[in-house]
């Protein structure tokens, strides 16, 4: 390996939701260099302008299913490799759920590791009338969990707000991947003027350690809004999970000069009590690019038990034990005898 082509961090979009929400962090200054999209369907990389993209083809038109998403992703395993080869950090994107994100994100997060990168999983997990998706993403993000250093889990359900009764899922997508992309956005957020943002090193520190870490998002306009924009955050991730076992958060906070450093600091020293959690480490960052309505982004860490336990029953029938410790594939019928490509 040639020392230039090592780049510090590479972002990988998987599947439809993956490769949208990547492509569009791809447009803001991050600390990310490097961007790659995977998926099993090519109208995924129709918005994508140059960008390296892995088509997943099937020879066959059959609904798909993860383990045959892994199976037939066996002869790109190279491919996959070369796209992400000399990053030290990989971001592994996904909307779990489907097939695509759900079969590939664990498989590409192992790969990076075998790379010997740290593999970062990002988990976006299904709204919660989205009923069917519930099983896959829930057996997923425990692969996820086992491939990766760290998980971090973007719920679906916390990034809305409100939306119009008659919006259809495509809009609940758009919105939801808009708040998605500003909340990660804010967190990996490269240093410009005016601001001081989280930064690599405080992300990795919250994130690389046992369990999950979790975002919850708010924003407030009003006298106290540092204050009043973390406990909002605070509530969304009490949807998740217990807020007091958390042992690590960083906050980035998203506004402009109407927010005072006194105002941030008594708010962020205030987040353990608010979240019930008083021997928590807080570490945070200002982005003063923002409009007087103040945003919060909290991704707080080190859940070892979230909602999402209960997506998947044989887990918790099987407490711990693992029946095959292998990830499964499976290859549609009659393809058995395909070839590694190139
Ligand atoms: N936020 C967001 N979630 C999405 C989007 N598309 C799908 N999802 C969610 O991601 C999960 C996987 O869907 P999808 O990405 O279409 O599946 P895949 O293409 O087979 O990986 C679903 O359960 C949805 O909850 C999107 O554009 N934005
Ligand atoms: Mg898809």
Redesign the pocket.
């Known amino acids: 390996m040639v020392a230039q082509n090592i780049r510090g961090v590479a972002a990988v979009g998987?599947?439809?939701?993956?490769?949208?929400?990547v492509s569009l962090l791809s447009r803001k200054t991050l600390v990310v260099d490097r961007y790659a999209y995977i998926?099993?369907?090519k109208e995924?990389f129709s918005p994508l302008e140059s960008a390296d993209s892995i088509l997943i083809e099937s020879p066959i038109d059959q609904k798909?299913t993860p383990s045959m998403?892994r199976g037939l992703s066996m002869r790109y395993k190279q491919r996959i490799k070369d796209s992400i080869e000399g990053s030290k950090v990989v971001l592994v994107v996904?909307?779990?759920?489907?097939?695509?994100?759900?079969?590939?994100a664990p498989v590409v997060a192992a790969a990076a590791a075998e790379c010997g990168a740290t593999a970062i999983g990002v988990a976006?997990?299904?709204?919660d009338f989205?009923k069917k998706?519930k099983f896959?993403?829930g057996v997923s993000l425990r692969r996820l969990r086992a491939a990766s250093k760290g998980v971090v889990v973007?719920d679906?359900d916390t990034?809305m707000h409100s939306s119009p009764e008659d919006s259809t899922l495509?809009d609940?997508?758009?919105s939801?991947?808009k708040a998605?992309v500003k909340a990660l956005g804010s967190l990996l957020a490269a240093s410009g003027e005016g601001s001081r943002p989280v930064g690599l090193n405080k992300f990795l520190g919250a994130v690389v350690q046992d369990g999950y870490s979790l975002l919850g998002v708010s924003s407030s306009g009003g006298d106290e809004k540092a204050e009043d924009a973390l406990a909002g955050a605070a509530v969304s991730l009490g949807r998740i999970a217990e807020t007091r076992d958390a042992s690590r958060a960083v906050v980035s906070l998203n506004s402009n000069d109407s927010l005072s450093a006194r105002e941030v600091g008594l708010a962020v020293g205030r987040l353990g009590s608010i979240m019930d959690s008083e021997a928590l480490d807080v570490e945070y960052g200002v982005d003063y690019t923002g409009t007087a309505q103040l945003q919060v982004s909290v991704l707080a860490s080190g859940f070892k038990s979230t909602k999402y336990d209960t997506y998947d029953p044989l887990a918790a029938v099987l407490g711990g034990r693992v029946l095959d410790d292998e990830m499964d594939t499976a290859l549609p019928e009659g393809l058995e005898s395909i070839q590694p490509c190139d």
């Open positions: 998987i599947g439809s939701a993956g490769t949208r929400i998926s099993c369907d995924d798909m998403v996904a909307g779990l759920g489907g097939a695509t994100g759900s079969g590939l976006v997990m299904p709204f989205e998706m896959y993403a973007v679906n990034l495509a609940l997508y758009d939801a991947n998605a």
